[in-house]
């Protein structure tokens, strides 16, 4: 797993510079290409970065060539300057389609399990001195920490309003009882 999210926008810039926006480029260029570019002083694992991003569905593998899919390329298209960093749009992008829903929506929803309704804030929190441990492994809050849904620090945690306000993060009895009035509604 990757520690830091913003390696996706490398390993997308490195395989769309060298033609994978359209054909297969042999994977073995686009390391090699990843490699030649030291950001922040780190070098990470530039083929867990590749692996993660087909996982993602923003690259995909065939032998050893890859190519970029129309989700890689339209995440691409969000960060115009083609910076290292995420941009905003990026990452709310990789939050809704990857970590709320899609390959990592499990493993989210099992943090956030974990959460207790603050209703004085109108969120949900987590603290390692008033809740249970957290059951996920520490990628998973510090991938949402990275992306805006979570605030806090590793032992006091919390879903961002702008998430919790517009309802996308709501605990079992919520979702329990939305269903139920969705039900209602429709007999």
Not at 53 to 70: D, H, I, K, Q, Y
Not at 84 to 100: A, G, H, M, N, P
Request: charged share 25%; hydrophobic share 40%.
């Amino acid at each position: 797993m990757i520690g830091k999210l913003d390696e996706i926008n490398r390993a997308l810039i490195a395989a769309a510079d060298l033609g994978a926006m359209k054909e297969l480029v042999p994977l073995e260029l686009v390391l090699e290409q990843c490699r030649t570019t030291v950001i922040e002083g780190r070098m990470p694992s530039h083929e867990d970065t590749v692996s993660f991003c087909e996982r993602l569905g923003l690259l995909t593998c065939s032998g050893a060539e890859l190519r970029l899919t129309e989700s890689g390329r339209a995440l691409l298209n969000f960060n115009p300057d083609r910076s290292y960093d995420l941009s905003d749009e990026q990452q709310k992008v990789i939050l809704r389609t990857c970590y709320l829903d899609g390959p990592f929506r499990p493993e989210t929803y099992a943090l956030l399990r974990g959460f207790s309704p603050a209703y004085d804030k109108l969120t949900f929190r987590w603290s390692a001195v008033d809740n249970p441990p957290l059951v996920t492994d520490a990628w998973v809050w510090e991938h949402l920490l990275q992306l805006g849904l979570l605030t806090g620090a590793p032992d006091a945690l919390a879903v961002n309003l702008e998430y919790s306000k517009r309802g996308e993060v709501r605990s079992p009895d919520q979702r329990v009882e939305s269903q139920r009035r969705i039900r209602c509604r429709i007999i």
